[in-house]
Each structure stands twice: as structure tokens, then as C-alpha cells.
């Protein structure tokens, strides 16, 4: 059992370049989630999902796409790299029930824009 | 609006003292509340949950939470710290029936020998 894969780990980017980081989990969990990591401000959300085909805006979007095609992937995208998207990357996955839940994390990726 | 704020950036404590880490937060319902904690190069760590019912939680590595909503806290304490606690914690509430999380700032510790 994987739990949630993210995938680079490390990665450098031009200013400009475009790139997706990839994100999976085998836990057949509805909810997934990306947030940045910036030292002192804790994670914030970037894009949610609450199931295949549903995707949300969170709290920092702008410059960043999603899409859910599948249950178990929840690809970002970063269409033009900016300096400011410099972060640590964390996707996560969640199951909700009545009095339980629990979300997951990835490893996270280092990424760097330059 | 949803918010947790960890008013302390940074603590440091001794080898074998105890610990308490704040944590507040503004939700409008019963909030669903996290801790996690993060080593350094590492993803995060469940440390415990609270929901409903018992207001003192327990969770991995004998840390504790005790819920009080009147003063919209959910404290963190463990009664004699480890070197290997050291690491960054963060609170975090469950923003409805929607996967989201709000985290707050984070809280680096370090323990000294």
C-alpha cells in the first residue's frame, strides 16, 4: 500500500517553463488536495477536489491548473513558472465520514524556479 | 472567516520538560481539528484528531490535545520531550464535508540536550 505518490521529488525550473507535478493515491479516497508550503506561512491550498470530474479553486490558484479525470490522480500543472511559485509542494488525500476523517500526505516536491 | 492561528514561530525547550503548543482557531460550526508534525525534508505526520466527545484527545508519541471551545484552543502537550520531537508542528481544522484544511503557521521546536 503506496498511500499518496508525488512525483518529482526534486525539480528546477526556468522562468517561463511549464510543467505538471504528479500526485497518486491507491486509497480510493474522494478527496484530494495540493498546497505550497512557504516557511513561515504553514501549507495553504492551492486546488481541491471532492471526486473524479470536480475540481475547486483554494486560497492560492492563480498560476496553477488541475483536472481529476481518475479517482486515483490529481495532476498540477504550472503553466509559465514564476519565481514566487518557488515552493515545497505537498498533494494530499482524504476520506470524510461522519465523525472521522483523515487526509494523507505525499512526500511533497522541492521546486525551484530560477 | 476560517482561520487557526499558532501564535508561537518558534520554542525551544529541554531534554525530559513538558510541552504545551498553541493552537486557536475561528470556524463557525463544531470543527473538526488536526495536529501534525513535520521533520525536517519529510512529509506530515498525523499526530491526533478530535471531532466530537472527550475533549482531551490522545495520539502517536505521547503527545495529548485537550479541545476548549470557549476559548476556540486545541493545545498540543506531551509531559517530557524527546530529542527526536524536534521538528515543525502544525494545527490544522477541517474546513466541512470537502477534504479542504486550513493549517496555521507552524510551530518549529527545538530540544535541547
Not at chain 1, 9 to 22: A, E, I, N, P
Not at chain 1, 36 to 41: A, E, L, V, Y
Not at chain 1, 43 to 60: F, K, M, N, P, W
Request: hydrophobic share 35%; aromatic share 12%; glycine share 10%.
Amino acid at each position: 500500500n503506496a498511500g499518496v505518490t508525488q512525483t518529482p521529488k526534486f525539480q528546477v525550473l526556468k522562468t517561463g517553463q511549464s510543467m505538471t507535478l504528479q500526485c497518486a493515491q491507491d486509497m480510493n479516497h474522494e478527496y484530494m488536495s495540493w498546497y505550497r508550503q512557504d516557511p513561515g506561512m504553514g501549507l495553504r491550498l492551492i486546488h481541491y477536489s471532492v471526486g473524479a470530474g470536480i475540481t475547486d479553486q483554494g486560497e492560492v490558484p492563480n498560476g496553477y491548473n488541475v483536472s481529476r479525470s481518475t479517482t486515483e490522480d490529481f495532476p498540477l500543472r504550472l503553466l509559465s513558472a514564476a519565481p514566487s511559485q518557488t515552493s515545497v509542494y505537498f498533494c494530499a488525500s482524504s476520506y470524510w465520514g461522519k465523525g472521522n476523517t483523515e487526509a494523507f500526505f505525499g512526500q511533497g516536491t522541492r521546486l525551484t524556479v530560477v | 472567516a476560517q482561520s487557526v492561528t499558532q501564535p508561537d514561530i518558534h520554542i525551544t525547550v529541554s531534554e525530559g520538560a513538558s510541552l504545551e503548543l498553541r493552537c486557536n482557531y475561528s470556524y463557525g460550526a463544531t470543527p473538526y481539528l488536526f495536529w501534525y508534525v513535520q521533520s525536517p525534508g519529510q512529509g506530515l505526520q498525523l499526530l491526533l484528531k478530535y471531532f466530537s466527545g472527550d475533549t482531551l484527545v490522545q495520539g502517536i508519541k505521547g503527545f495529548e490535545a485537550e479541545f476548549k471551545r470557549s476559548q476556540s484552543s486545541f493545545n498540543l502537550r506531551k509531559p517530557s520531550v524527546h530529542w527526536s520531537d524536534a521538528a515543525e508542528y502544525f494545527c490544522a481544522v477541517g474546513a466541512g464535508n470537502t477534504g479542504k484544511l486550513i493549517f496555521g503557521q507552524g510551530t518549529t521546536l527545538q530540544v535541547k540536550p
